[in-house]
């Protein structure tokens, strides 16, 4: 794993899913999706290429190591010859898919309710996705991937945000984000976050538990009050945060070196730093976590639409599925990819079967004005987490 992550950098802004994970009813509720575009009816012949956008290492060719390669294969067995454009952030995504240039993109939560409304992407017929049956049940039809019932994209896999620390410093063991919020002034200077706007959701979840009288229940649904409230835990935070991480070897080097002693991390993460001996441990605090899951999405003006479900019939097939898993650093969304990983333990390690870990993520999701519930229009909308993120961090 590390020198497989010694060649990824991921961008500050991947921002991926929506609500909570046990969540099934196919929301997106407030979406309204183009109706005159109408999912592929019938898989014809490969057209010979596929052009897609996809975050770094989620469509490898062996260039970036001879052995990790699942993208030559599929090539050889449809014809379909794939051109991939890194794409850096989640902005940038839905700013290329609006080109018409690209068949398809690996959307994070932030970018796939855009391209939804914006008639960017066209529904999925999941009857033409045969590996798409063996997906987890729950990460079929949630509120970012889905209008009313009907899949927008093909489920590529997902993970927690969690708690983690330095445990030759912090000697009894942690269970709650009080120790990077409420109770963070014993390790001033050595707090760390996630720097991007979306953190302002981590800030909401705890006051989700902590201050009941706010009444938060989606922690990416916030009105005036709710919003404000957790704008000011994170400007009081800021005051113990020793630096922001976007890029997963800037945090891993924190902690090792000792500049770092708490805070949010990805669970590739703490392996990578439990490889090198660095003596940390990890938790999904007792107030839950946010978390991301990433879904395969299909332009609306793909120029080769049947390359582009072969792709996404092949990325959720078992051996692959399980390839780009262990590579990345997640858990694989089709269920049989367990089976074919070279580590036995990856999927016990990245809770891939585990409902009841994921029924306490929130995943990420593009915050809206229209709330999710009977308060209206009146929630902050992604521009005003932007905003505030700006005057947090100062």
């Known amino acids: ?51 897609i956008i996809a975050w770094a290492g989620y469509a490898e060719d062996g260039s970036t190591d001879p052995k990790v390669d699942w993208v030559t294969p599929f090539e050889q067995k449809t014809g379909c010859q794939v051109d991939v454009k890194i794409g850096n952030t989640s902005d940038e995504m839905v700013t290329l898919m609006r080109t018409g240039r690209y068949d398809g993109v690996s959307a994070s939560g932030d970018a796939t309710l855009r391209l939804i409304a914006g008639g960017d992407v066209a529904p999925v017929n999941t009857a033409l996705v045969p590996n798409y049956k063996d997906v987890y049940p729950g990460l079929k039809n949630q509120p970012f991937n889905s209008v009313d019932g009907q899949m927008y994209g093909i489920p590529h896999g997902r993970g927690a945000n969690i708690l983690m620390w330095r445990s030759d410093k912090v000697r009894t063991p942690l269970d709650s984000w009080s120790a990077v919020f409420d109770k ?29 009288e706010l009444k938060i229940d989606n922690p990416y649904e916030l009105d005036q009050k709710q919003f404000d409230a957790s704008v000011q835990l994170l400007k009081q935070q800021r005051a113990n ?18 500049d770092s002693t708490v805070g ?24 839950g976590a946010t978390g991301w899951s990433d879904t395969w999405m299909i332009s609306s003006k793909a120029k080769h639409p049947n390359c582009m ?33 070279q580590n036995k333990d990856h999927c016990k390690i990245f809770h891939a079967d585990d409902q009841a870990y994921f029924d306490k993520v929130s995943f990420w999701t593009t915050p809206r004005k229209a709330c999710g519930d009977d308060r209206g229009a009146v929630c902050k909308d992604y521009s005003d987490w932007v905003q505030a993120w700006t005057e947090i961090k100062g």
């Open 1 to 51: 794993m590390r020198f497989i992550w010694a060649l990824l950098v991921v961008s500050a802004a991947v921002v991926v899913g929506c609500g909570g994970g046990g969540e099934s009813s196919g929301g997106g509720g407030q979406v309204k999706p183009p109706s005159k575009i109408k999912p592929l009816a019938k898989l014809g012949p490969g057209e010979g290429k596929l052009n």
């Open 241 to 258: 945060i020793g630096e922001y991480w976007s890029d997963y070897t800037k945090e891993q080097q924190a902690f090792a070196n000792g």
């Open 264 to 287: 949010t991390t990805w669970q590739v993460i703490a392996n990578l730093l439990d490889g090198d001996k660095v003596p940390v441990k990890t938790t999904l605090p007792k107030e």
């Open 309 to 341: 479900y072969m792709w996404m019939d092949w990325i959720i097939s078992p051996k692959a599925n399980a390839q780009v898993a262990e590579w990345f650093g997640e858990a694989p969304s089709n269920a049989k990819a367990c089976a074919e990983t």
């Open 184 to 212: 963070a002034l014993p390790y001033k200077g050595k707090v760390t976050a996630y720097d991007s706007p979306i953190y302002i959701a981590d800030a909401a979840l705890y006051l989700k538990a902590t201050r009941p």
